[in-house]
């Protein structure tokens, strides 16, 4: 294991982010804290309680993983397309260092900024709404196991995109959509028939409530549904990026 490699890729990244922290850091936050006024205050006032949850506190796992999983994304896919786009690629892939460096590095600083943006959504919370979470590592386990995941499909797509207009089509048109529908803002017990049955078939829906679950001690399906997709959904996307790296798929392009 090459961790000078490892140590230089992740500090690159990092440093990035510092070069831009309002963009990077403070975009997320003030946009999280208008949804904690528009949907604590307005909506708030109207629906006190929400599974036995106050409903400002219950949107908090929801509104955290609204921001991360596309931060995540584009933290990750943009790390790895800015060198093949200027391809500065070819100076990683001729130099001694693996997948797993390459991997550990980009992937590692990409979560590390989402992880950081999180505990800082957590904390302006605190200035809308008190909250008590039940299982603190569940949640620190859950939010390490999303961003993870979440950063490996950036990287998939910071090697499948060929413009920068389609590092944004899966974050805008798939994952934002999902994440809305998924129960962010609501329990899906709320929700009418057939249409509590088909959000089932929502992959967000899984990781809110297991992120949820985490926080409060509810949710509306099992937890250890919600950490077995998790689980599944880090192993494919660690299988498809060890595939791209063994074909050198779009990597020199």
Known sequence: MNLTAIRAIY?????????????????????TSLYFVVFGSAIGGRMHEVAGVPYGAFIIPGLMLLTILSESIANASFGIY??????????????????????????????????????????TARCFVPYHIVHPLWAAGFLILITVSFCLLGFILGCWADGFE??????LMVVTPLTFLGGTFYSIDMLPEP???????NPIVYL???????FYGTADVDIRISAGLTLAFL??????????????YRLRS
């Open 11 to 31: 500090m690159f990244e990092l440093a990035r982010t510092w070069r831009t922290l309002f963009q990077s850091i403070f975009t997320p936050v003030l946009t």
């Open 208 to 214: 809110v409530n297991g992120f949820r679950w985490a």
């Open 235 to 248: 192993l494919i996307c660690v299988s498809i990026i060890a595939w791209i790296f063994r074909t050198g």
């Open 82 to 123: 800015l060198p093949r786009f200027t391809g500065t690629i070819y100076e990683l892939l001729s130099a001694p260092v693996g997948v797993a460096e390459t991997l550990i590095g980009y992937v590692g600083a990409a979560a590390t900024k989402s992880i950081i943006l999180a505990l800082i959504i957590l904390a």
């Open 166 to 171: 389609k590092l944004q089509v899966v974050p």
């Open 195 to 201: 249409w509590r049955t088909i959000t089932l078939f």
